[in-house]
């Protein structure tokens, strides 16, 4: 049986399923000698914002049972230094890049896409996404993921994310700049996901992608303060995957677009449980902390698995859904 691990997501076609989660691997060159980049499904990039962030005060990680807890609060080099030093380098790149961007107000994330559509110029499709080799025309830029969903922020972040409204007069606003891939990262730290997912759909996302982290806590009862000096943090890892596979299963069946599933996939049979939920794509964040290569061996999995279920495209795996 041939297999053919492609992805459709809007415009943009992934030559096979599995990303790596933005935030967890950099700007992608930073694993360069580790892998072939090529071999991955897309780079999510760590969030890019209009000013450079310092971040939150250190301490901002701690482990948990089955996880992990971190108050990064979106550290990054800003706009202008992502362009300067990053772009070049993710121009280099065979695999698609989806810049995850952030802000604090609607007019910086339009800000920093329509910079980026200007640094980047017209898309034009990079060849080794899809199957062939080479980067002959890749623009460093294949697609925007837009976080509206960080916990770890004092302004904007989480709260975008948690107002249908806002949620589709920011998509809306994003999708008149671009024709690039437009991707809305959601939180799970809301009631019910599906209006928000519903919202991005209605201004013109190509994709939704959840779930972000979970807002967690972590008290050192020796010192009766909190772990992190934030105070608070996002929950990532294997605790959160079953609320991630919950909020696919749901977003999936209330749009029309791709869902892009992530939340604690640590191997081929985590991701599965995402791509039988509904999701189009996954993407493997915190296990990569634990073995880089997670994401690739992830897709081993997928392959050899769909071998054995003789299915030939990654579409047909949703469909087994509730069958035995
Ligand atoms: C250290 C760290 C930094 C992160 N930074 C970002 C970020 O900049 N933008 C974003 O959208 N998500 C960020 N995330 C969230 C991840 O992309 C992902 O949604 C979350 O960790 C759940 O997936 P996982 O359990 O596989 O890690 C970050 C997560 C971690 C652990």
Redesign the pocket.
Known sequence: MNIDPRVRIGPLVLSNPVGV????FGYGAEYEGLMDLGRLGAI?T??VTLEARAGNDAPR?VETPA??L?S?G?ANPGLEAFVARKLPELRRLSTSVIV?V?GSSEADYLRVVEALEEAAGPWSPRSGAGGATGQEGATGVDGY?I?V??PNVAHGGLAFGTDPAQVERLTRSLRAATRRALIV?LTPNVADIVPIAKAAEAGGADAISC???LVGMVIDTRTKRPALARGTG?L??PA?RPVGVACVWKASRAVGIPVIG????MCADDALQYLLAGASAV?????TFVDPRAALKTLEGILAWMEGEGLAGIGDIGALFGRS
């Open positions: 989660a933005s935030g967890t999510y760590k969030a990680i996880g992990m971190n990064i979106l995850n952030a993921e976080n969903s960080c990262k779930i972000n982290t996002g990532s890892g959160i992530l939340g604690g996939i993407q493997v964040g915190t296990a």
